[in-house]
């Protein structure tokens, strides 16, 4: 029976043969999409490449991709644990070619794999492919699928988009029959969402690009973006159709079970499943710079650890537990994932401090949250006030409130909540006055408290692209600046170091994307709205920058070096007049 690690091997080594150059995972925080919070599938990395924007010295690319879906579009946090194929974290796999081959390559490369490499019994398998899409019906009878297992699919679960624009472009799947042991019926009929019939490969066409007033162009070449759910696979190689029965998700249950002297199959086996998959997503998360905090991605993290600590709080654990599984992720991922190896120290401190701080208020906001329910009597919802006491006094996010009420059959008035958080906000805007600074302005408070934190990737990149979210010229905001004008920009991501700790701000350049030739330059950075928002004073050198639109932006890298040297002078003065 294969590992996941093994699976993992067969696959990269079969493209490399067929020329496919092994390119490394990506980071979970992307940064080359100016909106998407997390990476959250092959293409991403590559997505540039697709519409020719980009060129690499490759045509044919493999990866193992890391994925998170917990935030935005994709968010599955909510059934994890719960059931066989929800994840925060998974692998893709994928094979990608850039206007090299096409349909008639990709179609008997993958079936080969599949069927030869991977040995899965053909005779189990089924795919389907875009409804107009002859060409695809044609190739799929020529490698030997019979005409009855080729399904027609007339919807968009046919033509994959990345988003509302980009590269996209018709596909076909394959699917695994599971067996009639389970409930459930082939794509395209009523019963498809059943556990029966499960999608194991994604072949896109990448043929059309989408823009944002809802055209669509054919692109000038035709590509290959695939996607490879590398669980799902392993799970029907090992005889099982339960993502958390393989090999690799196992034996993080066990370390799981083991530290906290549970049994993985007893009666708390949903928590050690919860565990198991957010001690993925935590770890590789931390490993790609993401710190847990109350904005953004951290706090998409914070809420993440929080959730899998309850879990393990709920197995009767008394002490700090994520940390000490680590080394067994690591044996199941490091080779693989050498940042896991690398990170490995800095995980298990975020994780026991972070566990540690939540344990103060663990069980007091829960004994609440019983109270409140016994007080509520049967069935009633919880009200918005209350999740709000737990979320501010205790640390609960929503989420793990909302989760705790599953088991209960309750739910909490989220309405309620969304009301008691903005008044919050609204007494704190009220309470709070002014220095003077320009950092004050009660402006740069209305937009942390509109726009959220900006998310700062300065730590490891001086490039990334991200989303303009507002402007503002003389005190308030507008829409655009143009061509000779100065203003500041806010964004939702920036590598730009905002001032603070007697460092000074960071300059260089902004690009709008849709045209590169627009030009801005970014003269400062500062925190504004309590250190919260990152504003980027601009003077525009060519072209109009409007909110909402996506952007190029590059640190001045000589100046970025010279400030550290002179932060670091300046340290070390200090030091020699106090030694003095
Ligand atoms: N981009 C496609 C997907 O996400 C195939 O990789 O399914």
Same mark, same amino acid.
């Given at each position: 029976?294969?590992?996941?690690?093994?699976?993992?091997?067969?696959?990269?080594?079969?493209?490399?043969?067929?020329?496919?150059?092994?390119?490394?995972?990506?980071?979970?925080?992307?940064?080359?999409?100016?909106?998407?919070?997390?990476?959250?599938?092959?293409?991403?990395?590559?997505?540039?490449?697709?519409?020719?924007?980009?060129?690499?010295?490759?045509?044919?690319?493999?990866?193992?991709?890391?994925?998170?879906?917990?935030?935005?579009?994709?968010?599955?946090?909510?059934?994890?644990?719960?059931?066989?194929?929800?994840?925060?974290?998974?692998?893709?796999?994928?094979?990608?070619?850039?206007?090299?081959?096409?349909?008639?390559?990709?179609?008997?490369?993958?079936?080969?794999?599949?069927?030869?490499?991977?040995?899965?019994?053909?005779?189990?398998?089924?795919?389907?492919?875009?409804?107009?899409?002859?060409?695809?019906?044609?190739?799929?009878?020529?490698?030997?699928?019979?005409?009855?297992?080729?399904?027609?699919?007339?919807?968009?679960?046919?033509?994959?988009?990345?988003?509302?624009?980009?590269?996209?472009?018709?596909?076909?799947?394959?699917?695994?029959?599971?067996?009639?042991?389970?409930?459930?019926?082939?794509?395209?009929?009523?019963?498809?969402?059943?556990?029966?019939?499960?999608?194991?490969?994604?072949?896109?066409?990448?043929?059309?690009?989408?823009?944002?007033?809802?055209?669509?162009?054919?692109?000038?070449?035709?590509?290959?973006?695939?996607?490879?759910?590398?669980?799902?696979?392993?799970?029907?190689?090992?005889?099982?159709?339960?993502?958390?029965?393989?090999?690799?998700?196992?034996?993080?249950?066990?370390?799981?079970?083991?530290?906290?002297?549970?049994?993985?199959?007893?009666?708390?086996?949903?928590?050690?499943?919860?565990?198991?998959?957010?001690?993925?997503?935590?770890?590789?998360?931390?490993?790609?710079?993401?710190?847990?905090?109350?904005?953004?991605?951290?706090?998409?993290?914070?809420?993440?650890?929080?959730?899998?600590?309850?879990?393990?709080?709920?197995?009767?654990?008394?002490?700090?537990?994520?940390?000490?599984?680590?080394?067994?992720?690591?044996?199941?991922?490091?080779?693989?994932?050498?940042?896991?190896?690398?990170?490995?120290?800095?995980?298990?401190?975020?994780?026991?401090?972070?566990?540690?701080?939540?344990?103060? #208020?663990?069980?007091?906001? $829960?004994? !609440?949250?019983? /109270?409140? =329910?016994?007080?509520? &009597?049967?069935?009633?919802?919880?009200? @918005?006030?209350?999740?709000?006491?737990?979320?501010? #006094?205790?640390?609960?996010? $929503?989420? !793990?409130?909302? /989760?705790? =009420?599953?088991?209960? &059959?309750?739910?909490?008035?989220?309405? @309620?909540?969304?009301?008691?958080?903005?008044?919050?906000?609204?007494?704190?805007?009220?309470?709070?006055?002014?220095?003077?600074?320009?950092?004050?302005?009660?402006?740069?408070?209305?937009?942390?408290?509109?726009?959220?934190?900006?998310?700062?990737?300065?730590?490891?990149?001086?490039?990334?692209?991200?989303?303009?979210?507002?402007?503002?010229?003389?005190?308030?905001?507008?829409?655009?600046?143009?061509?000779?004008?100065?203003?500041?920009?806010?964004?939702?991501?920036?590598?730009?170091?905002?001032?603070?700790?007697?460092?000074?701000?960071?300059?260089?350049?902004?690009?709008?994307?849709?045209?590169?030739?627009?030009?801005?330059?970014?003269?400062?950075?500062?925190?504004?709205?309590?250190?919260?928002?990152?504003?980027?004073?601009?003077?525009?050198?060519?072209?109009?920058?409007?909110?909402?639109?996506?952007?190029?932006?590059?640190?001045?890298?000589?100046?970025?070096?010279?400030?550290?040297?002179?932060?670091?002078?300046?340290?070390?003065?200090?030091?020699?007049?106090?030694?003095?």
């Amino acid at each position: 029976m294969p590992s996941l690690n093994d699976i993992r091997s067969t696959f990269l080594g079969y493209f490399e043969k067929q020329g496919h150059q092994v390119v490394p995972s990506s980071p979970l925080v992307p940064r080359n999409d100016p909106t998407l919070m997390f990476t959250n599938s092959g293409m991403v990395q590559f997505k540039n490449l697709f519409t020719g924007v980009e060129t690499r010295d490759y045509k044919r690319a493999t990866t193992a991709q890391k994925c998170v879906r917990a935030g935005g579009k994709h968010n599955d946090l909510d059934n994890v644990g719960y059931t066989a194929r929800h994840h925060t974290f998974f692998e893709m796999m994928g094979n990608f070619s850039f206007g090299d081959y096409f349909k008639t390559e990709a179609i008997p490369f993958a079936w080969e794999l599949v069927t030869r490499e991977l040995d899965i019994p053909a005779e189990r398998l089924l795919v389907t492919i875009y409804h107009t899409d002859d060409e695809a019906a044609e190739i799929w009878k020529k490698v030997g699928v019979p005409d009855d297992r080729i399904i027609r699919i007339d919807t968009t679960d046919n033509f994959w988009m990345m988003g509302p624009t980009g590269p996209c472009g018709p596909c076909t799947e394959i699917f695994f029959d599971h067996g009639d042991k389970y409930w459930g019926g082939p794509p395209g009929s009523p019963e498809e969402d059943g556990d029966r019939f499960v999608e194991i490969w994604n072949l896109v066409f990448m043929q059309n690009e989408q823009f944002e007033d809802g055209s669509m162009r054919a692109l000038d070449m035709q590509s290959i973006d695939t996607g490879m759910g590398i669980e799902r696979v392993a799970a029907l190689l090992q005889g099982t159709n339960d993502n958390y029965s393989t090999d690799l998700i196992r034996a993080l249950i066990e370390a799981s079970a083991d530290a906290t002297s549970s049994d993985p199959d007893g009666p708390g086996k949903t928590h050690h499943r919860v565990i198991a998959d957010h001690l993925r997503s935590t770890s590789f998360l931390i490993a790609d710079g993401v710190m847990p905090s109350n904005d953004g991605r951290g706090y998409v993290l914070r809420r993440i650890m929080r959730r899998a600590m309850r879990h393990a709080h709920m197995l009767g654990a008394k002490d700090p537990v994520m940390h000490r599984l680590v080394p067994a992720l690591v044996r199941q991922m490091g080779q693989a994932y050498p940042e896991l190896v690398r990170a490995q120290p800095l995980i298990e401190e975020t994780l026991k401090l972070e566990e540690t701080r939540f344990k103060q #208020t663990l069980d007091r906001g $829960l004994k !609440l949250l019983d /109270d409140e =329910l016994v007080r509520l &009597g049967e069935g009633a919802k919880l009200p @918005g006030q209350a999740a709000f006491k737990l979320y501010d #006094t205790y640390g609960f996010p $929503l989420d !793990l409130t909302q /989760d705790a =009420l599953r088991e209960r &059959g309750r739910e909490v008035d989220t309405g @309620g909540f969304d009301e008691a958080m903005a008044e919050q906000k609204a007494k704190a805007r009220a309470a709070w006055s002014g220095s003077g600074e320009a950092a004050d302005l009660a402006i740069w408070f209305e937009i942390a408290d509109a726009k959220g934190a900006t998310d700062f990737l300065g730590y490891d990149t001086e490039t990334a692209e991200g989303q303009m979210l507002t402007l503002v010229k003389d005190g308030a905001e507008v829409d655009a600046l143009e061509a000779g004008e100065s203003g500041w920009v806010v964004m939702n991501q920036t590598p730009f170091y905002g001032e603070s700790g007697g460092q000074v701000g960071d300059s260089g350049w902004m690009r709008r994307l849709e045209d590169e030739h627009d030009l801005a330059e970014v003269t400062d950075t500062q925190k504004m709205g309590g250190g919260k928002v990152f504003a980027h004073q601009v003077t525009i050198k060519q072209g109009r920058f409007a909110k909402g639109e996506a952007v190029a932006l590059e640190v001045d890298h000589a100046r970025r070096g010279k400030i550290r040297a002179n932060h670091s002078a300046t340290h070390l003065l200090h030091e020699a007049l106090r030694r003095a």
